[in-house]
């Protein structure tokens, strides 16, 4: 009996014994675990969730409220469909930046002498040529009206989110839009900008009642003192290159002006975007009105130049349409614009042009600009499939004029 008992307390012995171990081995492998995941270079990688752009894109414009909206919630971050390589935010600056200076050309004297006029015409040609870009002084527009539409800009932006869905379209067939990147779907990254967008027609003008009321006086009396200095800078233009002054406008070159005003809120982290990406302008001529915060950079000799805002002046550009019918003798030539810390930064551009919508004359160089010496560099296009490329490529850095090439 007392030899059972003896075996019986042994066995219940080696139990507690094993159950001990168990218990100190769960221990030291917790303390283990423990040691292990408090180091950064041994835990195992936390998992994300599966990215899905599409799905990001769609959120974003639901929201209708752009990225002013964004920065309005509080982020902190730039949403990854912002972001871009850094190869794209390149600013390929060197010691010798500080050589370039964009064009300032003073129209003051236009009317005057001859002398006068032929100066202006050399430098507007000049600048036309070498860098596609120049500033005006001395233009003909009010201050007083130049101030009131920076100042609409920020009164349309910086209402009640409501009031702007209302205006919130992709339709292009619409004359006045609110919208976030017209190429948010098909672009690589999005842009940090809003845009409302206006067409201004003529001889179809447009109903003044469907222009935004906080804008609405100061858009009216802008355009119209905008397409004027449009007509005297072809003018210009016509005699640079050697036709009669009415010649780019008998071709219609004025007859649309389309309306682009552009907010660029601040940014939290500009390094990461870019406010628009590089790019060509569509259309013959654009005329910009950019307020005092910087960030519009030309491309020059593989440097991107700050166009920096000189109080008063205007920016003027070549477009695309204007290099194909001058034969490359006019450059249409890539720019950009920084995202920043500062701001916000708003625009105002003016592209000038033909009807895009119900032109049916093709577009293609000028004959008299073709010769033996200067052959012919493009093909006849029509208005449609200039824009429905244009649209279709998107803001993505790329040139639309090669694919119209012979």
Same mark, same amino acid.
């Given at each position: 009996?007392?030899?059972?008992?003896?075996?019986?307390?042994?066995?219940?012995?080696?139990?507690?014994?094993?159950?001990?171990?168990?218990?100190? /081995?769960?221990?030291?492998?917790?303390?283990?675990?423990?040691?292990?995941?408090?180091?950064?270079?041994?835990?195992?990688?936390?998992?994300?969730?599966?990215?899905?752009?599409?799905?990001?894109?769609?959120?974003?414009?639901?929201?209708?409220?752009?990225?002013?909206?964004?920065?309005?919630?509080?982020?902190?971050?730039?949403?990854?469909?912002?972001?871009?390589?850094?190869?794209?935010?390149?600013?390929?600056?060197?010691?010798?930046?500080?050589?370039?200076?964009?064009?300032?050309?003073?129209?003051?004297?236009?009317?005057?002498?001859?002398?006068?006029?032929?100066?202006?015409?050399?430098?507007?040609?000049?600048?036309?040529?070498?860098?596609?870009?120049?500033?005006?002084?001395?233009?003909?527009?009010?201050?007083?009206?130049?101030?009131?539409?920076?100042?609409?800009?920020?009164?349309?932006?910086?209402?009640?989110?409501?009031?702007?869905?209302?205006?919130?379209?992709?339709? =292009?067939?619409?004359?006045?839009?609110?919208?976030?990147?017209?190429?948010?779907?098909?672009?690589?990254?999005?842009?940090? =900008?809003?845009?409302?967008?206006?067409?201004?027609?003529?001889?179809?003008?447009?109903?003044?009642?469907?222009?935004?009321?906080?804008?609405?006086?100061?858009?009216?009396?802008?355009?119209?003192?905008?397409?004027?200095?449009?007509?005297?800078?072809?003018?210009?233009?016509?005699?640079?290159?050697?036709?009669?002054?009415?010649?780019?406008?008998?071709?219609?070159?004025?007859?649309?002006?389309?309306?682009?005003?552009?907010?660029?809120?601040?940014?939290?982290?500009?390094?990461?975007?870019?406010?628009?990406?590089?790019?060509?302008?569509?259309?013959?001529?654009?005329?910009?009105?950019?307020?005092?915060?910087?960030?519009?950079?030309?491309?020059?000799?593989?440097?991107?130049?700050?166009?920096?805002?000189?109080?008063?002046?205007?920016?003027?550009?070549?477009?695309?349409?204007?290099?194909?019918?001058?034969?490359?003798?006019?450059? /249409?030539?890539?720019?950009?614009?920084?995202?920043? =810390?500062?701001?916000?930064?708003?625009?105002?551009?003016?592209?000038?042009?033909?009807?895009?919508?119900?032109?049916?004359?093709?577009?293609?160089?000028?004959?008299?600009?073709? /010769?033996?010496?200067?052959?012919?560099?493009?093909?006849?296009?029509?208005?449609?499939?200039?824009?429905?490329?244009?649209?279709?490529?998107?803001?993505?850095?790329?040139?639309?004029?090669?694919?119209?090439?012979?």
């Amino acid at each position: 009996m007392q030899g059972h008992v003896f075996f019986y307390d042994f066995y219940i012995i080696i139990i507690i014994i094993i159950d001990l171990y168990g218990h100190l /081995s769960k221990k030291s492998q917790e303390k283990e675990k423990m040691a292990i995941s408090s180091d950064p270079l041994l835990s195992s990688p936390i998992v994300e969730p599966v990215y899905n752009r599409v799905e990001e894109l769609k959120a974003f414009d639901d929201t209708k409220t752009g990225v002013k909206g964004l920065v309005d919630s509080g982020i902190l971050k730039v949403p990854k469909i912002f972001i871009r390589p850094p190869n794209e935010l390149d600013y390929k600056l060197d010691s010798n930046l500080s050589q370039f200076q964009i064009p300032i050309i003073y129209l003051k004297g236009i009317e005057g002498d001859k002398k006068t006029r032929q100066e202006i015409v050399d430098r507007i040609l000049s600048a036309s040529e070498n860098w596609g870009f120049f500033l005006v002084v001395n233009h003909g527009l009010p201050t007083s009206v130049m101030e009131e539409m920076i100042q609409g800009v920020f009164r349309f932006n910086e209402q009640n989110d409501e009031v702007k869905k209302e205006l919130y379209s992709r339709d =292009r067939k619409k004359r006045v839009r609110f919208f976030s990147n017209f190429d948010l779907y098909t672009s690589k990254a999005a842009n940090w =900008r809003d845009a409302l967008y206006i067409s201004m027609l003529t001889p179809d003008p447009l109903d003044p009642d469907e222009l935004p009321i906080v804008c609405r006086q100061t858009t009216i009396a802008y355009a119209n003192h905008v397409t004027k200095l449009g007509d005297t800078l072809f003018e210009l233009l016509s005699e640079g290159l050697g036709l009669e002054a009415n010649f780019l406008k008998q071709e219609k070159c004025t007859e649309s002006c389309n309306l682009a005003y552009h907010y660029y809120p601040v940014c939290p982290e500009p390094e990461l975007t870019i406010g628009t990406a590089r790019h060509t302008d569509a259309g013959f001529l654009t005329i910009l009105l950019q307020d005092s915060i910087g960030g519009l950079q030309v491309l020059h000799q593989d440097q991107w130049v700050d166009v920096s805002p000189i109080a008063g002046s205007l920016v003027v550009n070549i477009g695309d349409l204007l290099q194909i019918i001058s034969n490359d003798k006019l450059k /249409s030539v890539e720019h950009r614009v920084l995202a920043n =810390r500062n701001g916000p930064r708003v625009s105002v551009a003016c592209f000038l042009g033909q009807r895009l919508d119900k032109s049916t004359k093709p577009c293609g160089p000028i004959k008299d600009l073709i /010769s033996d010496e200067t052959p012919r560099i493009y093909r006849d296009i029509l208005m449609k499939e200039y824009v429905d490329h244009f649209y279709s490529q998107g803001l993505d850095g790329k040139s639309g004029l090669d694919y119209f090439k012979l």
